[in-house]
Nanobody
Framework: VELVESGGGSVQAGGSLRLSCTST????????MGWFRQAPGEDRERVAT?????????SYADSVKGRFTISQDNAKNMVYLQMTALKSGDTAKYYC????????????????????WGPGTQVTVSS
């Protein structure tokens, strides 16, 4: 496993959670980093992506805009997904993903295929 997620759990609607992702095998600079989610019986959804921790390189799914924030700390080799105003529809298994990329941007990372994946962490939101 090259990526490891943490921070999932159960929360009531309206609550918040912060997911974290790290790797002991590679650094996150010069990479697209992303959070994806998949609910039972549903297709995997791209939630948020960021390039190399650059502030203006984040992109979000419409369903989470204004509620979720992706961030990256290259010094700690961590990527975070801060989730607020959670809804029952956010219930899913959340995956951290990565791909190498040089001189990329929000548009590319928001569309690219990702090659490295964590095992996922479950988020359950009860109404």
């Amino acid at each position: 496993v090259e990526l490891v997620e943490s921070g999932g759990g159960s929360v009531q609607a309206g609550g918040s959670l912060r997911l974290s992702c790290t790797s002991t095998k590679f650094t996150f600079s010069s990479r697209c980093m992303g959070w994806f989610r998949q609910a039972p019986g549903e297709d995997r959804e791209r939630v948020a992506t960021i390039y190399s921790g650059v502030d203006d390189s984040a992109s979000y799914a419409d369903s989470v805009k204004g509620r979720f924030t992706i961030s990256q700390d290259n010094a700690k080799n961590m990527v975070y997904l801060q989730m607020t105003a959670l809804k029952s529809g956010d219930t899913a298994k959340y995956y951290c993903a990565s791909r190498p990329c040089f001189d990329c941007d929000a548009d590319f990372c928001g569309r690219a295929d990702y090659y490295d994946w964590g095992p996922g962490t479950q988020v359950t939101v009860s109404s």
